[in-house]
């Protein structure tokens, strides 16, 4: 069971500071599948070469944010534009770091 922490402060410049942390823009993309491939055929890439994945059509699509995997999802049509509908969340426990550290327990001392 994961237990979900709250920080609350009194202090408005604090407030003001996790406020402006909501406001920071992060690169989100949508990833269909990796390959490494060597530098010697990346170089003979003209249009219409084609290149295979070995991952299946109907695997979810992996939504990363900055680089880090977040979510798994399926993709939607959005009028003429394409979305991701989340169908999991990836490593949710690893993803929430607490901002502010937690007081020491007494047990500690």
Do not use: Y
Not at 35 to 63: A, S, Y
Not at 65 to 87: C, M, P, Q, S, Y
């Amino acid at each position: 069971m994961t237990t979900t922490h709250f920080h609350t402060t009194d202090n408005p410049a604090r407030v003001d500071f996790w406020k402006s942390l909501l406001k920071i823009e992060a690169n989100v993309a949508v990833t269909l599948a990796h390959q490494d491939l060597p530098v010697e055929r990346i170089l003979q890439f003209v249009p219409g070469v084609m290149i295979q994945f070995e991952k299946p059509c109907d695997t979810p699509l992996c939504l990363e944010i900055d680089g880090n995997r977040i979510a798994e999802g399926e993709v939607v049509k959005v009028g003429d534009k394409f979305g991701l509908r989340i169908t999991e969340i990836c490593n949710r426990e690893e993803r929430w770091i607490p901002l502010v550290k937690a007081p020491k327990s007494d047990a500690s001392k």
